[in-house]
């Protein structure tokens, strides 16, 4: 149980962290002339992730935890990291294009186009099977599958679109 508890202050602790961060350099790429894409649908993923997190407090606090998952979850966290290292100030939470910088090509983005999402797909996955909740972490897959089609649909039109011009 104490392990439960430390897993999870510990996730609480890095995506309010990532909130603030994400935050920071939203305001710092809008005051460099950067414009949102899909701001729409930015309030339906802070949803989705705080009842993911909100769920596994209610539901795993107490529970043991598999630790060769955890292990695999600890690992996402290295590659999630990484992502944001690679972007810098441009990492946000949020979809925003700052006209005039070309795309990165390096890190992570050398392998795959969107790895944050596939991190974050990952991590939904496996902490909630960490804690032997299969049904939780199947129907917040599915939520996230579903958000991340919108999502990468209107950034891959942004990114289209700021090519362009």
Same mark, same amino acid.
């Given at each position: 149980?104490?392990?439960?508890?430390?897993?999870?202050?510990l996730?609480t602790a890095?995506r309010i962290g #990532?909130l603030l961060?994400?935050?920071?350099?939203?305001r710092?790429l809008?005051?460099r002339?950067?414009v949102e894409?899909?701001?729409?649908?930015y309030?339906?993923i802070?949803?989705?992730?705080?009842?993911?997190?909100?769920?596994l407090w209610?539901?795993?606090?107490?529970r043991?935890?598999?630790l060769?998952?955890l292990?695999?979850?600890v690992?996402?966290?290295a590659?999630?990291?990484?992502v944001?290292a690679?972007?810098?100030?441009r990492w946000t939470?949020r979809?925003?294009?700052?006209?005039g #910088?070309?795309?990165?090509?390096?890190?992570?983005?050398?392998?795959l186009s969107?790895?944050?999402?596939?991190?974050?797909?990952a #991590?939904?996955l496996?902490?909630?099977?960490?804690?032997?909740?299969?049904g939780f972490?199947?129907?917040?897959?599915?939520l996230?599958?579903?958000m991340?089609?919108v999502?990468v649909?209107? #950034?891959?039109?942004?990114?289209l679109?700021?090519?362009?011009?």
């Open positions: 149980m104490i392990l439960s508890v430390v897993v999870l202050s996730v890095q #990532e961060l994400a935050g920071r350099n939203t710092r809008f005051a002339g950067a894409i899909g701001a729409g649908h309030p339906f802070v949803a989705l992730h705080a009842a993911w997190l909100i769920g209610l539901l795993a606090w107490d043991p935890l598999n060769w998952l292990a695999v979850f690992c996402l966290q590659a999630r990291v990484w944001i690679t972007l810098g100030d939470t979809i925003i294009i700052l006209p #910088e070309p795309l990165i090509r390096c890190g992570p983005y050398r392998f969107h790895p944050n999402y596939v991190v974050v797909a #991590e939904i496996i902490l909630p099977l960490a804690f032997g909740l299969a972490a199947l129907a917040f897959a599915a996230n599958a579903a991340m089609w999502r649909r209107s #950034e891959s039109q942004g990114l679109g700021r090519q362009s011009t």
